[in-house]
């Protein structure tokens, strides 16, 4: 079964720490892999998205990795910021002929950044 | 250039009622996709719409419907509503070249099944 499980479920950090999400994914066959950021009330923003031959990402303060091999992707919040906080969602793509594919989505893990 | 707009923002409707919701892409997207996102199931691929055609379907049931116009704004239909559907419709845009084209979401429409 396609799953996609994310930890920790929801984390609060300080302002200006760095903090790690993690990722776990069974899904085949694989096409990419997004982390998205959604603030409260609002639709998600695309951070980062990767491919199979990818390792690492970047997008500002924010540094994706993925594993192929065991599975795994997490994404590395540098300095953080007030405006961080928000729900952090991970998305495969199992394949398919198009954009989407077959999406398969987490349940997110909620940063709360505090002063 | 305008983001995903998303009509209306807001709607509340009674059980048996069917709903439209619109969503109108960034210009020159050519690709909508449909999401439901609810507190316990997260995030949903609903559907996906490229010039006008279905491209890829998740695991909703026929209730659940959508179409593309030619401009490529596209409306999700939901018939005999039932107190589940209760959830934001997010709509996304995106290009359409490539599988690792970025996806712009709207704001989303909050939907309230009574």
């Known amino acids: 079964k396609n799953q996609v499980e994310q930890s920790p479920q929801s984390l609060i950090i300080l302002e200006g720490k760095n903090c790690t999400l993690q990722?776990?994914?069974?899904?085949?066959?694989?096409?990419?892999l997004r982390w998205y950021k959604q603030d409260t009330g609002r639709g998600p923003v695309s951070l980062t998205i990767?491919?199979?031959?990818?390792n690492t990402k970047s997008n500002g303060r924010y540094t994706a990795t993925l594993d192929a091999d065991t599975k795994q992707s997490s994404l590395h919040i540098t300095a953080s910021q007030l405006s961080d906080s928000a729900s952090y969602i991970c998305v495969v793509s199992a394949g398919g002929s198009s954009n989407t594919g077959k999406l398969i989505f987490g349940q997110g893990t909620t940063l709360q950044v505090k002063p | 250039k305008a983001g995903v707009t998303q009509t209306p923002r807001y709607l509340i409707k009674t059980r048996g009622q069917q709903v439209t919701l619109s969503c109108s892409p960034i210009s020159g997207h050519r690709s909508v996709s449909w999401y439901q996102q609810t507190p316990g199931q997260g995030l949903q691929f609903l559907f996906e719409y490229f010039s006008e055609t279905q491209r890829n379907k998740g695991n909703f049931p026929g209730r659940f419907s959508g179409r593309q116009f030619s401009n490529s704004r596209s409306e999700m239909n939901v018939s005999t509503l039932e107190l589940g559907d209760s959830a934001l419709y997010l709509c996304?845009?995106?290009?359409?070249?490539?599988?690792?084209?970025?996806?712009?979401f709207g704001p989303g429409t909050r939907l309230t099944v009574l």
């Open positions: 996304a845009s995106n290009i359409g070249q490539g599988r690792t084209d970025t996806q712009y």
């Open positions: 990767m491919t199979f031959s990818e």
């Open positions: 990722c776990n994914y069974t899904v085949s066959p694989f096409s990419n």
